[in-house]
């Protein structure tokens, strides 16, 4: 099984017009590859349905909004990869 | 359906937590064929998805408990079949495919009396909050005209 992180990145490419090679850890998905909030619901969509859940972009959005959490917690991606993981985890119980 | 106030949806005629089945009645004048086409009226194509969009809006909305609003952001693959003519009468179904997080996807279809008309795969949804009361009061309005319970 391909770790989070590749599955996300291949769902990244597949979805946008970014190109997997530059798909880093440290990529932050809007600001250094420019992804849009309409694709990446299309992205979020197409994780949801990889991983089996439900990502709570509505909760991060908000956290970062009011300064609760920075933005990258969610959208650096090896950070969007461990939260995704967790999600998993979560949803298996464990 | 009253094409010109964007009144698509006639009756719902069943809907439970993932499905809504509903009715549209195509008028036999509408300005719309004024221009679409002169001597040859036809439902526009774009009349056809809002027709399909509507039914799934109003499928979120009964599953939302009318509490959100869902607006149309994008859709995977539409098609076209065959044209709408005045006085046609079309079953509109949709069915839900995905409840993410402020967000949704359906799959909706039209069809005639025997035949496809159309169908979309994926219209994706924003859900949010109402901008305004009385849009909120308008879609329950409007939902209770077709015979959907708010």
Redo the contacts between chains.
Sequence with gaps: MASAFDRVADIIAETSDVPRETIRPESHVIEDLGIDS?DF??I??AI??DFGI??????W?QEVNSGAAPASRYFVMENLAKRIEELVAAKSGG | MQLEYFRMIDRVVSVDAETIVAEAVVPEASPVFEGHFPGHPLVPGVLLLETMAQAAGYLLLARLGFARMAFLIGSRELKLRRFVRPGERLSVTARLVHEGSGYAVADAAITGADNRICEVREMKFSLQDFPAPALAEAMRAQAARIGLGA
């Design positions: 309409l619901l299309d979020v969509f949801d349905k439900k990502v709570p972009v509505e909760t959005t």
